[in-house]
């Protein structure tokens, strides 16, 4: 029975990653494997005879916000010499799904280090890591945009072929918005242990620095190998983020510089 079961449901998934591989095939890229699936659509690695190897995102047309392509867009204008940032580019007709072109990129996300404790990164490729990453982030703030989903899950490390060069590159627009320091917001948006002391105000205006906190807490992340708030609800979270005005320093910051850097950018604002 069970194997039954575990068939039938590996026999959908192959059913609708034909389907997905269809769509690639009829927009004439060639399909080579999913990169990763959720609830509005996939994401695979694909052929493309103009660009050549491409992450070809596949959404949903009624659960697309118009605003990340319009975000994408915007970046791409401002960054297109910027090896930081992931670059869009171009879109595709398709009556029941959103397809976005985006540059591939070949290693894994900031996870690799975040999630692995063995892993203790020297301190001059931390350095790298993270001027690159600042760099990424001025031109993206550049543009007004806050991106507000700055997360290990979407800091993605590329390695251009033949160069023995590592990149890391902010990617994922979905949740980004123009700066807007007069209105409140409206809905939640990003990922709770990266979230600012100020996304838990009731009224929240959501500026240029939640960006700033969530990279603080990014860089943590990869430091230490946990948050330094990481409750299971919002409400909780808020409650526990309501009762600190800074983080802890963890043993493993041992650098007094990197540690002032990363306490001032997460230190709640009077």
């Known amino acids: 029975m069970i194997l039954c ?24 890229f060639v399909p080579i494997r999913p990169l990763g699936r959720g609830a509005f659509g996939i994401v695979y690695e694909a052929y493309d005879q103009e660009y050549g190897i491409v992450a070809v995102k596949i959404i949903k047309k009624e659960k697309f916000d118009v605003r990340e392509l319009e975000a994408a867009e915007i970046i791409h204008k401002e960054a297109q010499d910027c090896p930081f940032i992931m670059d869009h580019k171009q879109q595709k007709p398709n009556k029941l799904y959103q397809i976005l072109i985006e540059e591939y990129s070949n290693l894994n996300t900031l996870n690799l280090f975040a999630k692995q404790p063995q892993i203790s990164l020297p301190s001059y490729i931390l350095r790298a890591l993270m001027k690159q990453i600042l760099e990424g982030m001025r031109i993206i703030h550049k543009t007004g945009l806050v991106h507000r989903d700055i997360k290990c899950d979407n800091i993605l490390l590329h390695c251009p072929p033949g160069t023995g060069r590592v990149y890391a590159k902010i990617s994922d627009f979905g949740f980004a918005k123009k700066e807007d320091s007069k209105h409140e917001q409206t809905y939640f948006a990003g990922t709770l242990p990266y979230l600012s002391p100020e996304n838990f105000l009731k009224k929240a205006l959501i500026t240029q620095k939640v960006d700033i906190y969530a990279l603080g807490i990014t860089f943590y992340n990869i430091i230490a190998h946990k948050y330094p708030v990481n409750q299971p609800t919002f409400e909780l979270q808020q409650q526990k983020m309501a009762l600190i005005q800074n983080i802890e320093r963890p043993p493993e910051i041992k650098d007094n510089l990197l540690w002032d850097l990363l306490s001032r950018i997460t230190t709640r604002p009077r």
Do not use: G, M, P, T
């Not at 079961?5 to 004439?28: C, F, M």
């Open 5 to 28: 079961l575990w068939h039938h449901k590996y026999a959908k998934n192959q059913s609708s990653q034909v389907d997905y591989e269809e769509i690639l095939r009829q927009l004439e």
